[in-house]
């Protein structure tokens, strides 16, 4: 069986020349997002050059006390998503229009669009300022009276979503993530059959650190009915502008 990874990078390489209409002699240019660089300093800017949006580890909570879900994540802007859940050894992976796979196997999302009959996921998020934490608690009460079947949270935003295209659980929202949690499984849910919104509906903005990943329009628009919305500093704000999350610091501490 030809090996995906060589194909996805030979893919990569292919559009990396397109982009910069570089002949096979020139090397190809790729940029990167990463989380670590990005909170080194580095710009957090999409541009029309492929870009590489990493996570090495999503789920750091769960890492540092060796809970449960871990994933890595990697993104080729809109082309490939790459999530690995290395505990369980799940690797799901996406290319655009050609959908998306846990190790080789097709994924789809639920066809339940009944909210009274859904799972949704969640996360709090790593912000501790007591006005965030009262909003994402007033949604979350929202949420569980909508009312829904039950609400969980794997630690993880990116394996939240791929729950959400595995069809384990219907819809998952978050405000306060980041662009490198959610671009690789972003593509997984759309090509699982899913939908993206934004928390006020309309469409996401990977950068805005806002999202919903559902199984269907008709749950992502009861969420956004019912989820208090607020608006965090965008990952691409000045880095002045952007403030540190209060969980990673005591995370890094560790
Ligand atoms: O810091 P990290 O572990 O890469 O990513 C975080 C995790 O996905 C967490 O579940 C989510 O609630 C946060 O919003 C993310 O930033
Ligand atoms: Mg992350
Ligand atoms: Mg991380």
Same mark, same amino acid.
């Given at each position: 069986?030809?090996?995906?990874?060589? +194909?996805?990078?030979?893919?990569a390489?292919?559009i990396a020349?397109?982009?910069?209409?570089? +002949?096979s002699?020139v090397?190809?240019?790729?940029?990167?997002?990463?989380e670590?660089?990005?909170? !080194?300093?580095? +710009?957090?800017?999409?541009?029309?050059?492929?870009t590489?949006?990493i996570?090495?580890?999503?789920?750091?909570?769960n890492?540092?006390?060796t809970?449960?879900?871990?994933?890595?994540t990697?993104?080729?802007?809109?082309?490939f998503?790459v999530?690995?859940?290395?505990?369980?050894?799940k690797m799901?992976?996406?290319?655009?229009?050609?959908? !998306?796979f846990?190790?080789?196997?097709p994924l789809?999302?639920s066809?339940?669009k009944?909210?009274e009959?859904?799972?949704?996921? *969640?996360?709090?998020?790593s912000?501790?300022?007591?006005?965030?934490?009262?909003?994402?608690?007033?949604?979350?009460?929202n949420?569980?009276c909508?009312?829904?079947?039950?609400v969980r949270?794997?630690?993880s935003?990116?394996?939240?979503?791929c729950l959400?295209?595995?069809g384990?659980?219907?819809?998952?929202?978050e405000?306060?993530?980041h662009?490198?949690d959610?671009a690789?499984?972003?593509?997984?849910?759309?090509e699982?059959?899913?939908?993206?919104?934004?928390?006020e509906?309309?469409?996401?903005?990977?950068?805005?650190?806002?999202i919903? !990943?559902?199984? +269907?329009?008709?749950? !992502?628009?009861?969420?956004?009915? *019912?989820?208090?919305?607020?608006?965090p500093p965008?990952?691409?704000?000045?880095p002045?502008?952007r403030?540190e999350?209060?969980?990673?610091?005591?995370a890094?501490?560790?």
């Amino acid at each position: 069986m030809a090996d995906p990874w060589e +194909s996805t990078m030979d893919h990569a390489v292919a559009i990396a020349r397109k982009a910069g209409e570089t +002949s096979s002699h020139v090397p190809v240019c790729f940029r990167f997002i990463g989380e670590e660089s990005v909170a !080194a300093g580095e +710009s957090c800017i999409l541009s029309d050059s492929p870009t590489w949006i990493i996570d090495p580890i999503d789920g750091t909570t769960n890492f540092v006390h060796t809970h449960l879900t871990v994933t890595s994540t990697l993104d080729l802007q809109v082309e490939f998503g790459v999530v690995y859940s290395c505990i369980e050894d799940k690797m799901f992976t996406a290319r655009r229009g050609r959908g !998306a796979f846990c190790n080789g196997e097709p994924l789809q999302v639920s066809q339940q669009k009944a909210v009274e009959q859904a799972i949704v996921a *969640t996360e709090f998020g790593s912000d501790r300022d007591p006005e965030v934490v009262d909003k994402i608690f007033q949604s979350l009460r929202n949420v569980l009276c909508l009312p829904v079947h039950g609400v969980r949270g794997a630690g993880s935003a990116a394996m939240n979503m791929c729950l959400v295209a595995s069809g384990c659980v219907e819809a998952y929202y978050e405000i306060g993530v980041h662009v490198w949690d959610v671009a690789a499984a972003s593509l997984i849910v759309s090509e699982a059959g899913g939908v993206l919104m934004d928390v006020e509906g309309g469409e996401v903005d990977l950068m805005s650190r806002r999202i919903i !990943a559902a199984n +269907s329009k008709t749950v !992502a628009e009861r969420l956004v009915k *019912t989820i208090v919305a607020f608006s965090p500093p965008r990952d691409d704000a000045a880095p002045s502008d952007r403030c540190e999350d209060s969980t990673h610091l005591s995370a890094r501490k560790v």
